[in-house]
């Protein structure tokens, strides 16, 4: 049996357990009929089996969460990876990368944790109760065989329509929280607007809706758990009418066997165990939805782009008729000629792909349609919009550009990039600690940052992704002035729509 | 504190849907005691009646015990369905009328001093901490029901003996105690722990998901995701801290149950079907009580959930009707320069010298730090009423809501005609890119603007801004993202709007061509 269903089997510990509790109030009550003494032994049974369920509960948590979280780790580990650091074809956004990195492995261990050793014990334990219930009564037994099969197929039926209630009602919901949120978000330029009031009637009205509309789904969805619901409250009327019948020697048929109280009371106490396998695996049905969904998302991940393979020495760059068409949008197509130095502004406004058209050149995406020539990895540098900044010191930070960088060659970077000034007005030197959120840096010091390393990385090839957004006149023209003098020696590709870098490069390329 | 939060969530309406629900789980709890004590019962007096021969048989009546119990196994499985039915309708109103309340609550504040929850992360919480309250909603009939149920079964014990039912009745009484201080033990550490690591995972991945191409590049994958599996680690462990704790409580409450069977066959005085009917009326009555570990075991995440939303909801106000007529244009002052009605004025400076702040203090979303007065009066004491009949804004970042294109024009003030947002747009040089849109104005836009570009969003936002009508028109960086030839033709336009409107302008911006609009530039750094 696989690893994962340590759990399911924990589950059939408990029954042993509730099997040894029903054995000792049969034998508890016995006593008290025939002799009305209660047994020691009895009472021992009773406490050794609450005790066997305890334990095999808290075994069944252990276990499952342990399985859970090796199987969402080993899904996670590579998503992670893949959506941070290798190519592909059309990389996912921010928002839906961070769902498929954290909130869907997430979910696959409630899914794997609460779902999963409930349906090993939901197909197991129904035929362990029988059987256990069969050494006591075998109409008993077959009393629980025979509600059993109309139980599934008012499961069939209810569960069907209620699983498509129930879908649609997860879509609806989420619907109105989306709208909620969007408009709690949005309050600020709501407020500016004097539209207090009409938004406010706006998510009231949806709410009311949903809630209405809500409650008519729920009266379908609730009838899968009513249909279990009856068959577990049948299974134990059943059993208790035909034991006392028989007991009273009253049934209308011939008995097949002859029961003692003992035998009675234990398949009793055994009947709502029956059901209560499956009503657990009710209770996690809406971790399954959505563990699934999950899952699915997680298959669909694109796989890693292959790169095309590269010359060792970066000898110029040349795009032909490329284009890049994703579904919504298409951006180029863009030709253009690079030799060992000099430099080409990607112009276009915010929005029309200048950073996947960079992404492209870096062999980071696929291209649908034309050619640019393959450049080996290691001889590009990317000077980024918003720099990656983990938490260690800034030298740390730039080395990630070259892990053997001198300190002297990391303190030349940062000079050349103009970040000396706020080194020195915070006092502070190549060993200033940076935070993940870059410890107070400003969006143009960051921006510095990501340009030193890339000078500090000494790549052939320099891809920048809009160095002057979001900069005063001067700033902008300092990078610029850098941009030229890293051109004298080497390629510089600049996504831009600032007219001083567009002036700055020797060719501009439209988008 | 939390307590008035769900009673005041359930007012109304919602609250003789509760109180049916509360019956219906009355019902379904007694009938579940009932069900097993009284087979328990039968099945004991049936065996002893058998023993006791033909007449003991004859006298024995076995019709009304074996009805009732078909009976009970249907009432059961209604009221069990009625329940759920009616609490989730009662905590659907409930918050239904609850989100409109406290959405109401929220937009009445001025913005300058309302609590920011416009970052990813503040909204989310939100919606989790709403859903939790939707949840104790549900729950809210079950526990006084199981309260009930549990004094019914003890009610049944009594018939086992007066020592049993009074051992079983302390062992019930001290159930909640018990399983609030399991709950406590084994789940609030790993619950607080659990959401603070993974806040600090999911900042860490965007972080370093934003910066895709530069990993790919430096080839620095491994360590990035070693340190992201590391933070994931952390949460990993709390998680399965915390589901390990749910295991120890469900183990506990199991325990308990048969030590309630066991104390009631100790104490038990009676015949021997009366014991059985105690003994499985014991029984359950413990199964009664599995929701108050449930909620006890959410306990700890949903208080911290529940003090956060009580201070919002104690917030004052309500959102009242805006009235659409113009206001007269007051007379500004920026730091020592005046400026009229009508003027147009750049604000320049470098980068993060705090332009935008500026911006923003006039549209009365942030408190001023700039010297500046609207008609004589410090910005800072001028009501959110007077700053937004005086200006419009189109913001850095444009700001749209979900919803369609004509949605989002429709904000700037109630009554715009189409043919108005029309002409909004073409001023914003966005006309000919809505009309090829298959669904024109109504095209949605989706998450954060969707099907629009960067550029396209901004000029968006200058549409709406025109629309509001407003004395003043606040730009900040308008033109942002556009190419040079649309830059030049949305300035032209922009500028014969102004003149026809005799509308002023306050604009920040780093292009040259917006800057062409206004006729004074005003240094930020002079600006004390």
Redesign the interface.
């Known amino acids: 049996m696989r690893k994962k269903n340590t759990a399911g089997f924990a589950w059939l510990i408990d029954l042993a357990g509730a099997a040894l509790f029903a054995a000792g109030i049969a034998i508890a009550v016995t006593g008290a009929a025939t002799s009305g003494l209660i047994e020691a032994e009895a009472v021992a049974l009773i406490l050794v089996g609450g005790l066997v369920r305890a334990v095999a509960v808290g075994l069944v948590h252990r276990l499952a969460i342990t399985g859970a979280q090796r199987i969402a780790a080993a899904r996670r580990l590579p998503v992670i990876r893949r959506l941070i650091g290798e190519p592909m074809a059309e990389p996912p956004s921010l928002g839906a990368s961070a769902v498929l990195a954290i909130d869907h492995p997430q979910a696959i261990e409630n899914y794997q944790a609460r779902f999963m050793p409930s349906r090993f014990a939901a197909s197991a334990a129904p035929l362990f109760v029988i059987a256990v219930t069969a050494f006591a009564s075998l109409v008993a037994a077959g009393i629980l065989l025979a509600t059993f099969i109309p139980f599934i197929l008012g499961m069939i039926l209810a569960g069907t329509a209620a699983r498509r209630a129930s879908e649609e009602q997860l879509g609806a919901m989420g619907q109105l929280s989306g709208l909620f949120v969007d408009r709690v978000r949005g309050l600020g330029i709501i407020r500016h607007f004097r539209a207090e009031e009409r938004v406010t009637r706006q998510v009231r009205g949806a709410a009311n809706d949903l809630a209405d509309r809500t409650v008519s789904v729920l009266r379908i969805a609730f009838l899968s758990s009513a249909v279990l619901e009856f068959f577990s409250a049948l299974a134990v009327a059943l059993v208790a009418v035909y034991c006392g019948f028989s007991l009273l020697g009253l049934l209308p048929f011939p008995n097949p066997e002859v029961l003692t109280l003992r035998e009675a009371f234990f398949a009793l106490a055994m009947a709502p165990e029956f059901y209560l396998p499956m009503r657990r695996l009710a209770a996690a049905y809406h971790e399954k939805q959505l563990g699934e969904a999950a899952s699915d998302a997680l298959d669909q991940l694109p796989e890693p782009l292959v790169r095309a393979p590269a010359e060792a020495a970066f000898t110029g760059i040349a795009a032909n008729g490329a284009r890049i068409d994703w579904p919504g949008r298409s951006i180029g197509p863009v030709s253009f000629a690079l030799g060992r130095t000099g430099m080409i502004a990607l112009t276009g406004p915010t929005g029309s792909g200048k950073t996947s058209l960079l992404a492209a050149i870096a062999g980071q995406v696929a291209l649908t349609d034309g050619t640019i020539t393959p450049v080996a990895p290691d001889n590009i540098a990317w000077a980024a919009q918003r720099p990656l900044i983990l938490p260690g010191s800034l030298a740390d930070n730039l080395a990630l550009g070259r892990i053997n960088a001198t300190q002297d060659e990391i303190a030349e970077a940062i000079e050349r990039v103009g970040l000396s000034p706020m080194l020195a007005a915070r006092g502070a030197g190549l060993d200033l600690i940076l935070d993940h959120r870059g410890s107070g840096l400003s969006g143009g010091e960051r921006r510095r940052l990501g340009l030193a390393r890339a000078i500090l990385a000494g790549r052939s090839l320099t891809l920048a992704d809009e160095p002057t957004a979001d900069l005063d006149a001067d700033s902008a023209r300092d990078i610029t002035a850098l941009l030229i003098a890293l051109a004298r020696d080497h390629a510089v590709v600049v996504a831009t729509h600032d007219p001083i870098v567009i002036e700055a490069a020797g060719e501009e390329v439209a988008l | 504190m939390n307590r008035e939060l769900i009673d005041n969530a359930v007012r109304g309406r919602t609250a003789t849907v509760l109180r049916q629900a509360f019956w219906y789980a009355l019902l379904a709890g007694i009938s579940s005691v009932l069900?097993?004590a009284?087979?328990?019962w039968?099945?004991?007096a049936?065996?002893?009646?058998?023993a006791g021969g033909v007449a003991a048989?004859a006298a024995?009546n076995?019709l009304i015990?074996?009805a009732a119990?078909?009976g009970?196994?249907?009432v059961?499985?209604?009221s069990?369905?009625g329940e759920?039915?009616l609490s989730?309708?009662a905590a659907?109103?409930a918050?239904?009328?609850w989100?409109?309340a406290l959405?109401?609550k929220?937009?009445?504040?001025?913005?300058r001093t309302?609590p920011d929850?416009?970052g990813g992360d503040a909204?989310?919480r939100?919606?989790g901490d709403?859903e939790a309250l939707e949840d104790l909603i549900v729950r809210r009939p079950t526990r006084p029901a199981s309260l009930a149920a549990a004094l019914f079964a003890v009610g049944l014990t009594i018939l086992s003996g007066w020592m049993a039912a009074l051992a079983l009745a302390l062992l019930l009484a001290a159930l909640p105690f018990l399983l609030k201080h399991a709950a406590t033990r084994w789940t609030r550490e790993p619950a607080a722990e659990a959401a603070d690591a993974?806040g600090e995972?999911?900042?860490?991945?965007?972080?370093?998901?934003?910066?895709?191409?530069?990993?790919?590049?430096?080839?620095?994958?491994?360590?990035?995701?070693q340190?992201?599996?590391d933070l994931?680690?952390r949460v990993?462990r709390a998680?399965?801290a915390l589901?390990?704790g749910?295991?120890?409580v469900?183990?506990?409450l199991?325990?308990?149950?048969?030590?309630a069977?066991?104390a009631v066959?100790?104490f038990?005085q009676s015949?021997?079907?009366l014991?059985?009917l105690g003994?499985?009326a014991a029984?359950s009555s413990v199964e009664a009580m599995a929701a108050f570990a449930r909620t006890a075991m959410r306990q700890a995440s949903v208080e911290q959930g529940l003090a956060r939303l009580a201070l919002l909801t104690g917030l004052e106000g309500e959102?009242?009707?805006?009235e659409a007529k113009r206001e007269a244009a007051l007379p500004l002052a920026i730091g020592a320069t005046r400026i009229v009605p009508g003027e147009r004025i750049a604000i320049t400076?470098?980068?993060?010298?705090g332009k935008t702040r500026l911006i923003e203090a006039l549209?009365?979303?942030r408190a001023p730090v700039h010297t500046l007065r609207l008609n004589d009066t410090p910005l800072a004491e001028c009501s959110?009423?007077v700053l937004?009949?005086q200006?419009?804004?189109s913001?850095q970042d444009a700001?749209?809501?979900?919803g369609s294109i004509a949605d989002n024009l429709r904000?700037?003030?109630?009554g715009i005609s189409e043919d108005q947002m029309r002409a909004a747009l073409h001023i914003a040089c966005l006309d000919t890119r809505v009309a090829a849109m298959p669904d024109g104005l109504d095209t949605l836009l989706g998450?954060s603007g969707g099907?629009?570009?960067?550029?396209?969003r901004?000029r968006l936002s200058l549409a709406?801004a025109l629309l509001?009508d407003r004395p003043w028109l606040l730009l900040d960086e308008p033109t942002?993202?556009?190419?040079?030839a649309?830059e030049a033709l949305l300035v032209t336009r922009l500028g014969e709007w102004l003149d026809a409107t005799g509308t002023g302008v306050i604009l920040v911006s780093?292009?040259?061509a917006p800057l062409a609009l206004a006729a004074r530039h005003i240094p930020i750094d002079g600006i004390d």
């Open positions: 069900l097993l009284l087979s328990g039968f099945l004991t049936a065996a002893i009646a058998g048989v024995f076995y015990p074996s119990i078909r009970l196994a249907i059961r499985t209604g069990r369905y759920r039915l989730h309708r659907l109103t918050m239904a009328d989100r409109g959405f109401g929220l937009a009445a504040q001025d913005s309302a929850l416009s909204s989310a939100l919606i709403i993974l995972l999911r900042a860490a991945f965007v972080d370093a998901a934003a910066a895709r191409p530069e990993i790919i590049s430096y080839g620095i994958a491994d360590r990035v995701a340190r992201l599996e994931a680690a990993d998680n399965a589901f390990r749910e295991g120890h469900a183990g506990l199991i325990g308990y149950g048969t030590v069977a066991a066959l100790l038990a015949p021997a079907a014991i059985a003994l499985l029984t959102p009242v009707r805006a400076g470098a980068s993060g010298s549209a009365g979303l959110q009423t937004t009949g200006f419009a804004l913001p700001a749209l809501l979900a904000l700037a003030r109630p998450e099907i629009l570009s960067g550029g396209e901004k709406r509001a942002e993202g556009l190419d040079a649309t780093h292009r040259q």
